[in-house]
T-cell receptor, first 110, second 113 residues
Framework: GESVGLHLPTLSVQEGDNSIINCAYS??????FIWYKQESGKGPQFIID?????DKRQGQRVTVLLNKTVKHLSLQIAATQPGDSAVYFC?????????FGAGTRLTVKP | NAGVTQTPKFQVLKTGQSMTLQCAQD?????MSWYRQDPGMGLRLIHY???????DQGEVPNGYNVSRSTTEDFPLRLLSAAPSQTSVYFC????????????FGPGTRLTVT
């Protein structure tokens, strides 16, 4: 079946460094991709999204890159801060279905 | 706006008991959904609704029932709880046709013994 996955389950970075979280997807029919952040004890929170007709989108301190050739999605966080520590999920979406990866836990060291 | 709210936050059930997880949203969103989150497995879709009176199954619907009598509310029912239903449950909603971003509630942590 189709799946959304992540390359690394954990990522530890130094405060101030840039973070890169990767995601592989396998459903070539998905037309929308989203990154969510989930802090301990809370629900997922939308970070940034990208449509399949784009290869890059930037937000505040975050950039999402989409490589449809290799079905790869990445989230870049610039100048990572302690408040960025959380689990990050990628998700692929059709209109009535959203499939999530297992998540990567980002830890920011002071 | 309160966004998406869920009650209770925590619940412990014995095997065979029934209960209803409540979900409400005040954003007038047509689409609502229920997910369960298990360690290492990500969020999995249980049921969803595209509007009042309309529900459909997601990836893991067995053991759960839903109904959607109003736009605001989307309760999830466990008729006979099983230990395999121990999980964290999230309700989410999103806007009208063409909307993709889902807004999640804070979750309900359910333990079935």
């Amino acid at each position: 079946g189709e799946s959304v996955g992540l390359h690394l389950p954990t990522l530890s970075v130094q405060e101030g460094d840039n973070s890169i979280i990767n995601c592989a997807y396998s459903n070539s029919a998905s037309d929308y991709f989203i990154w969510y952040k989930q802090e301990s004890g809370k629900g997922p929170q939308f970070i940034i999204d990208i449509r399949s007709n784009m290869d890059k989108r930037q937000g505040q301190r975050v950039t999402v890159l989409l490589n449809k050739t290799v079905k790869h999605l990445s989230l870049q966080i610039a100048a990572t801060q302690p408040g960025d520590s959380a689990v990050y999920f990628c998700a692929e979406s059709a209109v009535h279905d959203m499939r999530f990866g297992a998540g990567t836990r980002l830890t920011v060291k002071p | 706006n309160a966004g998406v709210t869920q009650t209770p936050k925590f619940q412990v059930l014995k095997t065979g008991q029934s209960m209803t997880l409540q979900c409400a949203q005040d954003m007038n969103h047509e689409y609502m959904s229920w997910y369960r989150q298990d360690p290492g497995m990500g969020l999995r879709l249980i049921h969803y609704s595209v509007g009042a009176g309309i529900t459909d199954q997601g990836e893991v619907p067995n053991g759960y029932n839903v109904s959607r009598s109003t736009t605001e509310d989307f309760p999830l029912r466990l008729l006979s709880a099983a230990p395999s239903q121990t999980s964290v449950y999230f309700c989410a909603s999103k806007g009208g046709q063409g909307a993709y971003e889902q807004y999640f509630g804070p979750g309900t942590r359910l333990t079935v013994t």
